[in-house]
């Protein structure tokens, strides 16, 4: 889906949520799909699927975005007005939604390389030992594979904000090479 798309598809999901229906509307997962995809399997590459993320991980990335730590240009303003309630109530509801598999394939020659890199930069030690996620550390496995892309460059560039700054910290010795290697191996692996 091309910016022009995503900003219009932001825009009325926008429009709904904030419209006369208020607060009722503003925790509705079928909103989110706009941008997540349906059940919050995303098909728009550059935004990241909700689908069986840990609770926990959602509703601080939500949390995130309300209190400006995390800016996205649609994120920032979904997530300004929901309340900690509709954000668990989310979080919930994502987190119990079946991964689709992952439409990436890793190249194979990334697939011993990336598990050896996941190892070495303690990945598996954050995200759990096939990177699924879990308590607020999200799910990699089969995420969009551009999402990842940006958001791993974003922390190696100290553009993107992490709860405790181990993200960050995490990624400054990762070369660009290594960086597309995680992200192809994670974007190809099983959500489930």
Do not use: W
Not at 74 to 97: D, G
Not at 166 to 189: K, W
């Amino acid at each position: 889906m091309n910016s022009i798309c995503r900003a219009g598809a932001a825009a009325l999901a926008a429009a709904l949520c904030f419209s006369g229906a208020g607060e009722a509307l503003a925790a509705d997962p079928q909103l989110c799909a706009v941008c997540h995809g349906p059940e919050g399997n995303s098909i728009i590459p550059a935004n990241p699927s909700l689908a069986a993320q840990p609770e926990q991980s959602i509703s601080i990335q939500l949390f995130q975005f309300r209190e400006g730590n995390r800016k996205d240009a649609q994120m920032t303003p979904m997530a300004a007005n929901l309340s900690n309630k509709e954000m668990n109530e989310l979080a919930a509801y994502f987190s119990k939604q079946k991964a689709a598999a992952p439409s990436h394939k890793t190249s194979p020659e990334n697939v011993v390389a990336g598990a050896k890199l996941a190892q070495q930069f303690n990945c598996a030690q954050c995200h759990g030992p096939v990177l699924r996620g879990q308590q607020h550390i999200p799910r990699l496995a089969g995420q969009q594979y551009e999402y990842l892309l940006a958001q791993l460059r974003k922390f190696k560039a100290q553009k993107r904000a992490d709860l405790d700054g181990n993200m960050t910290s995490a990624a400054q010795p990762l070369s660009d090479r290594d960086i597309e290697i995680l992200v192809d191996y994670a974007a190809g692996l099983s959500p489930q």
